[in-house]
């Protein structure tokens, strides 16, 4: 059972462009949202959060965005550059999870020049 | 710039041998979590701890692996005996709760081969 899901193994966007990453969850009680990015060799990197209250978050070129009664998380990197080019990981905790993080399995972003 | 730090950062072992890799956590951080990346399973958690005490490792294949932290500054993940399907990439992360949330900050990871 997979709670936390990344339907697109890989995306490939030009340099310049909006690069937009999906996330799908089916646990409501989930109140924290993250973004991971991890580059080959290197652990994963925290990116960005959102909590449940808010429906948008912003830190530079990367905003997530939140849709509750879609259960629906997406995270807009504006512009890309290169050395965006990872897998990007979402992650949700909350509700009878405690502590742990539910991880998505990944989508693979290549932006090229 | 404070930082997850893991040992080894590869390890290459045979079959039934024991396996033990550190993890030193951020300073301050009373978290504590060991997980393990495959191809096929992706990023699964293994086991975690707060406050040295273990929460949940219900993750871990419990006759073969075991995790402790014998202090604030080391966590410890012991394989015995190894196995080939062992072979992975484990990270360990470290966070502190604010309020109900709570952010994970990861190490390098080892990356561990068993022949």
């Known amino acids: 059972d997979q709670q936390v899901k990344q339907n697109s193994p890989s995306l490939s966007v030009q340099e310049g462009r909006i690069s937009i990453l999906n996330c799908d969850y089916t646990n409501s009680m989930f109140d924290y949202f993250l973004w991971y990015k991890k580059y080959p060799a290197e652990g994963p990197t925290f990116l960005i959060s959102i909590s449940s209250i808010k429906d948008k978050n912003e830190d530079g070129r990367f905003t997530v965005f939140l849709n509750k009664s879609a259960k629906h998380l997406s995270l807009h990197i504006v512009p890309s550059q290169p050395g965006d080019s990872a897998v990007y990981f979402c992650?949700?905790?909350?509700?009878?999870?405690?502590?742990?993080?539910?991880f998505g399995q990944g989508t693979e972003l290549s932006v090229k020049p | 710039d404070a930082r997850v730090t893991q040992t080894p950062r590869h390890k290459v072992t045979e079959m039934g041998q024991e396996v033990t890799m550190r993890c030193q956590p951020i300073l301050g951080h009373n978290t504590v979590f060991w997980y393990r990346q495959t191809m096929m399973q992706g990023l699964e958690l293994l086991a975690y701890?707060?406050?040295?005490?273990?929460?949940?490792d219900s993750g871990m294949p419990k006759d073969r692996f075991s995790a402790e932290m014998p202090d604030a500054t080391l966590a410890t993940l012991k394989i015995q005996p190894s196995e080939p399907r062992d072979s992975a990439v484990y990270f360990c992360a470290s966070g502190i709760r604010i309020g109900y949330q709570e952010t994970q900050y990861f190490g390098p990871g080892t990356r561990l081969l068993v022949l």
């Open positions: 992650a949700a905790s909350g509700g009878n999870q405690g502590g742990k993080l539910i």
């Open positions: 701890f707060r406050n040295r005490a273990p929460l949940d």
